[in-house]
């Protein structure tokens, strides 16, 4: 078997292995219910990490602006099942709403990308930033209505939308209040397994060694034949098609749904970086440990959840540095030899 | 009248994201790195300031003073410890990991030191302002020297640069590193001095911006610093005058939108003039080309 | 007809004319050098042919086709392919799939069979394979097929960059000053390898040079550019026995 087809399975068996652990505990009423609700929470980080490091490991363009993409995906799933709520069964529903969540990241993914992907390096990423915030900041605006004639749209107020009775759905920076619980523990390994299998995949395939090609040299890719530009766009769009099922676990997971900093801003776009950056950039299995590890361990150690950012923050400088130092590289090198250079493992 | 107003408030904004623009520019163009914890330079900067005064009883000219010494400091110790190692790294990503690191370091120590409630910050300008018209048009004290000091700065800049040999040593540098250092430039000191300057600069921008919004958190420096960023963008990066242009560009049109626009919307605007222009002309207002070498 | 046929081509940087009125004509077959003191605008050339500056002035002809004012891709798909003065690696992938990324255009499948691993996947992937480490043993690669380009030494990091320049299956081979940071040893090597890569593929190459013994001992003509103007052309033997070119080489 090829290495990297083994290192796949390694993979999923991981991801595997760890629900059936869970689920075990949770049959047997060994998992606090505190615990429990920390499940597809973890799901959809891991999700929305494993979506970021396609970009910035693989495609290797650095994008600060993931979460507006898991928003996309949040509010128009969460529309479409709140709006059938009463008329269609929760199975078909959430199949629906996951292919409208996907589908609607990816296509903001798209139309993002256009502008984008022509910048470079440092202007990319402010640039993503500045999407994720006007993605969040246009939707704390957006007022959707549904009566008997039809959908009412606002960018002012609940009252703009004229509205004969009916229900207003989506309230501004209220949100969208009463999405169907449809997701679980189980959805979510289902939809992080997905995710894994489709970047795993890519990335072992002649798209994805296009991609990585442009990541490592763009000039020399372009001198291969590589057309740089469609490649990118096709990473990107895959990439925030993921974060948008991520999304859709989140908004059905709560009741509430609001397009808020804390879950939508730059500062959760730089959190799910952090976990991406201390799995391993390009190591997709370890966005996933990553990911799972730090979502869990401040929300189940009370004492290191003041500390945490702090420590995560040292961490991360300190990572950044001794990986990427041309210094500390050629240290490494000439103490433990080759073994331990610096370099970015494709997946 | 009262737009009036809101134009003078939007280009006393502006001012502020003007001078944070330049501790921007000067490092992206010397450096070619997004600083990323430059706004929370500021933050430091307004922390600062907060402690020196309540600890001498509301005199906040130490304070300002205290501020920029420390915020220097802050700035050459974060380039040496943190940013000089990444030098000529293979990804140019590993720079601006690390600079969101050290932002979110600072932030935390900040939450840590001061806890995440809002400090209400006395304006350090005592100063009530100007009012004509009969009171229909106030200009507020803290309004008029923002806009004051940061023509200052400016011209203070544009003398320093193209005056002193250590000015053109920053010149020489951000074209071109290697020559310079054949022409025997100290490059790694001149990245120093860059850093020096942006991080008081800083500081002077956290005073300036704490007194005319008063409400001080761990989190107060990172949006102006987004923005200020934006300026500096749109102003082309790496050009003084574009910073000091841009940013006001931007404090205007915050404050325009906000007002006849929509609050909430005022900050998609902001960012979405950002998209317009690094589409429509990436370089900026004044910005120049750069193309790389194959 | 000549495999390359280049009229009158000139670039301008901001009034410096880096190349100016260049002319070339490559047959089938040949080995052709480009030489030339620093600066002469050798590279521009290169950039010139592979669309990478666009020209002010005349044509390009590949095989008769114009491509003068193509993009680098479309002119690689045409059959020019190239290497760089300082090496452009995928530096992060594997030996075999730096090359591999060089075979894409020629074996293809969906991105949807590509994602699913299915359908073409998995019989393409072995043509590729097969092809690539057919293609590396040429070169002398085929023992390190995963190693990480990073990781090889200076000299089979040159011999990679050819293989995958090869791997697009081009008409016209670009190298730029191959030997360049060589001792002799590898240069010697290197010069072998050229040879096996015209034997072997037939191909035409036109390469970049400052090692004089390489040039002499390879190559069949030479171009001398000089301050971006063609100095002398012709059969190598002439061309270095020129007067001209040896005080543009040694100065007055």
């Avoid at chain 1, 039809?150 to 209040?177: P, Q, R, Y």
């Avoid at chain 3, 001792?183 to 400052?210: S, W, Y």
């Amino acid at each position: 078997m090829k290495k990297q087809t083994k290192n796949n399975l390694i993979t999923y068996a991981i991801v595997i292995a760890a629900y059936i652990i869970l689920e075990i505990l949770m049959l047997t009423g060994n998992l606090s219910s505190h615990m429990k609700g920390l499940l597809v929470p973890m799901t959809y980080y891991a999700i929305i990490a494993v979506a970021l490091n396609l970009c910035v490991g693989i495609l290797g363009e650095l994008s600060i602006g993931h979460c507006g993409f898991m928003c996309i995906g949040a509010f128009t799933s969460a529309f479409f099942s709140r709006a059938t709520s009463e008329s269609l069964p929760a199975a078909p529903r959430f199949i629906i709403a996951l292919l409208i969540g996907i589908a609607s990241a990816a296509l903001f993914g798209f139309l993002i990308g256009i502008p984008v992907l022509r910048l470079k390096g440092d202007y990319l990423a402010i640039v993503t930033l500045a999407f994720g915030e006007i993605i969040k900041n246009v939707i704390n605006a957006f007022y959707v209505g549904i009566d008997a004639k039809g959908l009412h749209f606002s960018m002012k107020s609940a009252m703009e939308l004229n509205m004969d009775g009916g229900d207003t759905i989506v309230n501004g920076a209220m949100g969208i209040t009463g999405t169907p619980h449809d997701a679980n523990f189980t959805i979510g390994i289902v939809l992080l397994l997905i995710s894994l299998f489709v970047v795993q995949n890519l990335v072992n395939s002649r798209d994805g060694r296009a991609i990585m090609a442009i990541r490592d040299n763009y000039i020399a890719a372009e001198a291969t034949g590589i057309n740089v530009t469609s490649y990118k766009m096709m990473a990107f769009t895959i990439s925030a098609a993921i974060a948008g099922a991520a999304g859709v676990l989140f908004s059905h997971n709560i009741t509430t749904l609001t397009a808020s900093s804390q879950y939508f801003g730059y500062n959760a776009s730089i959190m799910i970086l952090v976990y991406v950056v201390l799995g391993g950039i390009g190591n997709i299995r370890g966005s996933v440990i990553a990911a799972c590890i730090l979502y869990l361990l401040p929300e189940l150690l009370r004492g290191f959840s003041t500390y945490r950012m702090l420590i995560y923050s040292i961490v991360l400088i300190v990572m950044m540095i001794v990986n990427w130092s041309p210094k500390v590289i050629e240290w490494r090198k000439r103490t433990f030899g080759r073994i331990g250079a610096g370099r970015r493992k494709a997946a | 009248m009262s737009f009036l107003t809101y134009l003078i408030n939007g280009l006393s904004l502006g001012s502020i994201y003007a001078i944070i623009a330049l501790g921007y520019t000067m490092v992206y163009g010397i450096a070619k790195m997004l600083n990323f914890a430059h706004g929370d330079f500021i933050m430091v900067g307004c922390y600062i300031i907060f402690s020196v005064s309540a600890a001498l009883s509301g005199n906040s000219v130490v304070g300002i003073i205290v501020a920029i010494i420390l915020c220097t400091l802050l700035g050459v110790t974060t380039e040496f410890v943190a940013y000089r190692p990444l030098r000529g790294a293979a990804s140019p990503l590993a720079v601006l990991i690390t600079a969101i690191g050290v932002s979110y370091l600072l932030e935390n120590i900040a939450l840590l030191i001061y806890g995440a409630d809002i400090k209400s910050f006395s304006s350090v300008v005592k100063w009530e302002g100007l009012s004509f018209a009969d009171g229909q048009l106030k200009i507020q004290g803290v309004t008029i020297v923002t806009i004051v000091v940061s023509v200052v700065i400016l011209v203070v800049l544009q003398l320093f640069i193209n005056k002193t040999r250590q000015g053109q040593a920053m010149l020489a540098a951000s074209e071109d590193k290697g020559a310079a250092t054949l022409m025997g430039i100290n490059v790694n000191r001149t990245i120093a001095l860059t850093f020096a300057i942006g991080s008081s600069l800083a500081a002077v921008a956290g005073a300036l911006l704490c007194s005319a919004y008063p409400s001080l958190s761990p989190y107060t420096g990172a949006m102006p610093g987004i923005k200020a960023f934006v300026a500096a963008v749109l102003g082309g990066i790496g050009s003084i005058p574009g910073a000091m242009i841009g940013g006001l560009v931007l404090g205007i049109v915050e404050i325009l939108s906000k007002t006849y626009i929509s609050s909430q919307l005022a900050d998609a605007i902001v960012f979405g003039i950002l998209v317009v222009v690094l589409l429509v002309k990436p370089t900026g207002i004044l910005g120049k080309q750069i193309q790389e070498k194959v | 007809m000549a495999l390359l046929d280049v009229n009158n081509l000139c670039i301008s940087f901001g009034g410096l004319r880096a190349v100016d009125n260049f002319n070339i004509t490559i047959e089938k077959g040949e080995l052709y050098g480009l030489i030339g003191p620093n600066g002469a605008g050798k590279t521009t050339v290169f950039n010139l042919l592979t669309g990478v500056y666009k020209p002010n002035e005349g044509i390009i002809r590949l095989d008769g086709e114009d491509i003068t004012r193509k993009s680098t891709i479309e002119i690689n798909h045409a059959g020019i392919a190239r290497t760089f003065q300082n090496i452009r690696l995928f530096k992060n992938m594997s030996v075999l799939d730096n090359v591999k990324v060089g075979l894409a255009e020629r074996y293809k499948y969906s991105s949807i069979e590509g994602i699913l691993h299915l359908g073409k996947y998995k019989k393409i992937e072995k043509e590729m394979d097969d092809e690539a480490e057919r293609l590396l043993k040429v070169f002398d690669l085929d023992g390190e097929i995963e190693t990480n380009a990073s990781n090889l030494p200076y000299g089979k990091q040159r011999k990679l960059e050819i293989a995958r320049a090869m791997a697009t299956n081009p008409k016209l081979l670009l190298l730029d000053e191959p030997a360049a940071g060589m001792n002799p040893n590898e240069t010697g090597e290197l010069m072998d390898t050229i040879a096996l890569v015209r034997k072997e593929f037939d191909m035409t190459i036109l390469l970049i040079e400052h090692d004089m013994k390489l040039v002499s001992g390879i190559c069949e003509k030479l171009t001398v550019l000089n301050f971006g103007r063609v100095l002398c052309q012709g059969e190598t033997r002439q061309v270095l026995a020129d007067p001209e070119v040896i005080t543009a080489y040694l100065g007055e």
